[in-house]
């Protein structure tokens, strides 16, 4: 199992879509954890009177949120993308992500993320042979408009 | 905070850093918020059987961290639109980062007025860690008035 060509095969393969609610106590989790004071994530009244009109969710959120409630959690394991294709070997690091922001997040806003597996090669690294697991991931509101994109790099040895 | 204009912008400046200084508690707090329970974050003994010193800065946190540096600077006028950033070396919590900022190039695209830099974290020794790139819009003195 998990033989290049094999993996090669599950290119195309879609996880789940998650579901998540832009509410105060979930900006508030994510301020605190990185230690952002800007009022516009969580101040209504500075908030209305910027260009927003309100409060919105920081882009960064994001980064967090491509891993939120992943049924996937098995201990000593990292979160994956796409849950349904599990990396063969034994270790694995996040290799870096590129993030292409449209639309800001609104308090009230429900957000879909949906990632898909659009690439998988091996290459000789510094770690040996390693497998690069690329997954492509779009958030979209529930007017259906498309707020973020997200290309994620997972290297596998 | 004071807004930022396209006009203030010259390429090769350098942005305002960001020092952060995260502990095993904002890491947890991240690991509890994100759901990225990857022991390596908190769990030392289980760090140091992968073969680390003790636990790591999720690189994600990085990121925020990156994306902190970007909103604080393009203020409530200005928009961040893409950022990318590569994970390549390892941060431990309890000691500094460094995040940092450099105009790469300006220009006005199809109205918009566009700002490139390169950005990263930076580890006590001077080394970066997360280095990246992003792509921010300003708004312009001349569309102000």
Redesign the interface.
Known sequence: MGTLEELKRKIGTAAEPIRFDIERG?IA??V?????S?P?WQNEEYARK???GGIVA????L????????PD?R?????LPVPEVPPPRE?I?????????FLPMRLGDTITSRSKLVNVFEREGRLGKMLFFVYQTSYANQRSELVARCSSTLINY | MRQVFYEDVIEDMDIPSLT?H?STR?LA??A????????IHYDKD?AQS?GLDGVIVH???K??????LL??WVG??G?????????RGMDVPDQDITVRGKVTKKYIKDGEHCVELEVWTENPNGEKTTP?TALVVLPSRSQAF
Request: include cysteine; proline fraction near 6%.
């Open positions: 979930l989790r994510f605190q954890a990185v230690g952002d800007n516009l910027t260009g927003y920081p882009p960064w959120l980064c967090a949120l491509m891993t939120v409630s992943l959690s201990p000593r394991s990292v979160p270790h690091l996040d290799g870096g992500e590129e993030w292409e922001f | 952060k995260p904002q707090m991240w509890g918020g994100s759901g990225d329970f990857y022991e289980f992968q690189g994600r946190l990121a925020a961290f990156i994306g902190q909103t604080d409530t006028e928009n961040l639109k893409k950022l990318t950033c590569r994970y990246g």
